[in-house]
């Protein structure tokens, strides 16, 4: 999926090394037990939920449970364990920080709207883990302040942005920075990026 990413987007040809590492990042944490979280603001706000979506159940194509995953269902009798093997698909776990309206508003009235993504990466955050920080400027206070507080606790940060060379980019283990400085092609970019980058992992980690 990285190749026909770059046969169709010839100018992303300088993010390849970078999106192998993205891959090789989401497998790790998903082999040790970690998770990917994921944040932004406004369209990357949506981006975020979009990259969950595709994370948490099969994208391009079906995840059938192992059959030791069907027998944990299937003994416990239940009489629809049949429907639950049936649907049931695999996943990464995945979870995005924009989600949670009560935490929060609650963050951002008793400590600030610019911890509103830092006190959950601090909270549910751990060195298995990764976090996916989106914003298109590269200057977004909430985002910056949990990729640091996402370093601090060994997890592995990367930053989806565009091309100028926003205040994140020096806490981005992994940098994916679009090639505009527009926001709306930065976006587009983004959609076709993390696309391409949960088709390659799904494939790696459930169809070989």
Do not use: W
């Not at 592995?156 to 994140?168: E, H, I, L, S, W």
Request: hydrophobic share 40%; proline share 2%.
């Amino acid at each position: 999926m990285i190749e026909k990413l770059l046969s169709e987007h010839k100018e992303l040809e300088y993010l390849r090394e970078n999106i192998k590492k993205t891959v090789e990042a989401i497998k790790t944490a998903y082999n040790k037990g970690g998770k990917v979280m994921v944040c932004g603001n406004g369209g990357s706000c949506a981006d975020a939920d979009h990259i969950v979506g595709e994370l948490m159940k099969g994208f391009l194509s079906k995840r059938p449970l192992t059959s030791y995953e069907e027998g944990l269902i299937l003994n416990q009798k239940y009489d629809n364990a049949d429907y639950l093997t049936k649907f049931l698909q695999r996943g990464i776990p995945a979870i995005s920080l924009n989600t949670h309206g009560a935490l929060i508003s609650a963050v951002i009235n008793d400590i600030g709207a610019d911890m509103m993504f830092a006190q959950q990466v601090f909270s549910i955050g751990t060195e298995c883990d990764v976090l996916i920080g989106i914003s298109t400027g590269g200057g977004a206070e909430n985002v910056i302040n949990a990729l640091k507080v996402a370093r601090a606790i060994g997890c592995t940060t990367v930053g989806m942005t565009g091309n100028r060379q926003g205040k994140m980019n020096e806490f981005c283990d992994i940098l994916l920075d679009a090639p505009s400085p527009e926001t709306y092609r930065i976006q587009e970019y983004h959609i076709a990026i993390y696309h391409a980058l949960c088709a390659q992992v799904e494939k790696e980690i459930f169809q070989n």
